[in-house]
């Protein structure tokens, strides 16, 4: 709205792009904890010891964050140096538009998910209003394109402009892919009466190999745009710049190898995660002691100043900070997983890593609207015993009179890595029953990374004091009249 409104109005400086910030980081704040708790559901209740399948509703609620969030980024250049306006505008309609498409994959039950609802018949409403604002928004957009030209242009490749460029663009590449990715059965469809085109779908891994690389660069372009200066990048700006985050990158690498982290990508991952908090921590740094220097404060006290008065850049860096967290965790539970399946009768016993399970035996509890049948699970680490877990199933009284049975997980969660149990089945009598286990490294920190992003998040948000100061001068101001 703010968009076409600014379109509409001709007022398309910065103004509205001001406004716009704080509107898009709430709903970015809110879309990316709904993400990360549909993640953490998923891994606790659904049991297959993952937590992100690539499915189409999953992808729906993922798309428009990814153009909101290269939104977020880009307003940076048009606010600095008046450019990338157009792109900026087709940045909000994109997102738009996919959150449409989304609340289109999820409604219509055009595309077959687990969570979406049974085929309708109003998926053609969906379409046609998503068309009616596409032509409407970008014949708006082109009638106004004479007053959107670029005050400035990218005067090096070594710029911190260019770096938020590039990292819009893989933003968009990735929101591409995961697009085709997730409409392909429909093309497919389309397409096979005429064509030889297999009807088919794509699966979890053809998304990760495809996306994978391409997250990998923009994780090290996260890591490389606050270190570029604006407009040109020296010599000796980029040796000062860069030196103790390549250090950290590589001194990362050198660290994980003797933990068993010896495949090419995910120890090149873990370098571009060296290499980001080692570029943190040096802004953080430097930036309190500078300020510790001009203000005579001790290093605590001009940290805190800092944030406090820098909370729009410092608190996007704290978001960074999460962003890497979660990158650990998905380094290690896609690359290091572990599993293990048995059937165990009462008193035997199955090895999983460093983890032996042994059965106890199995626990029935009737309720008034749902059974639950238990296994009782001794777990012991390198032979010593850590306690019990209790995976089972609960199966609930249907109207119809059948039992409708649900999983329930047993996690045991630790910040080096989780023990993920799941019942499959067991003998009537509770003699014996199968289990599948998992071992998932540092699983935790994903959990941690969304916390510590959404705290960030607030952090950006919350207001400055000269903010508020001039929020209190405009309330004084009759209207019309402009504040100094």
Known sequence: SFAVAALVTRQLGNEWVRSIRRWTLVPWMFLTAGILMGSQWAYVELGWGGYWAWDPVENASFLPWLTATAFLHSIMIQERRGMLKVWNLTLVFLTFELTIIGTFITRSGVIESVHAFALSNIGPLFFSFILLTMFGYLALLWTRLPQLRSANQLDSVLSRESAFLFNNLLFVGIAGVTLFGTFYPIISDLFSNFLPVEKMSFAAPWFNKVTGPLFLLLIALMGSAPLLSWRRSSTETLRKNFTFPLLAGLGAMLLAYPLGIHRIYPLLSFGVAGFVVGGLLQEFYRGAKARGRTKGESWPVALYQLLRRNQRRYGGYIVHFGVILIMVAIIGA?????????????????????YTLTLQGMRQSPGSTF?????????????KEV?????????????????QPTNEISIRMGLREDLYVVLAGWEGTGQSASFKTYVNPLMSWMWIGGIVMILGTLAALWPHETETQRSEVRDRVPRGIQPA
Request: hydrophobic share 35%; glycine share 12%; no cysteine.
């Open 334 to 354: 896609n690359a290091y997983q572990t599993e293990a399946q048995a059937n165990l009768q009462v008193g035997e016993s199955m090895q999983i890593e460093d």
């Open 371 to 383: 059974d639950k049948v238990e296994a009782i699970l001794l777990v012991s680490r390198n032979g």
């Open 387 to 403: 306690g019990e877990i209790s995976p089972g199933m609960n199966f609930y009284n249907t109207i119809g009179g059948r039992d």
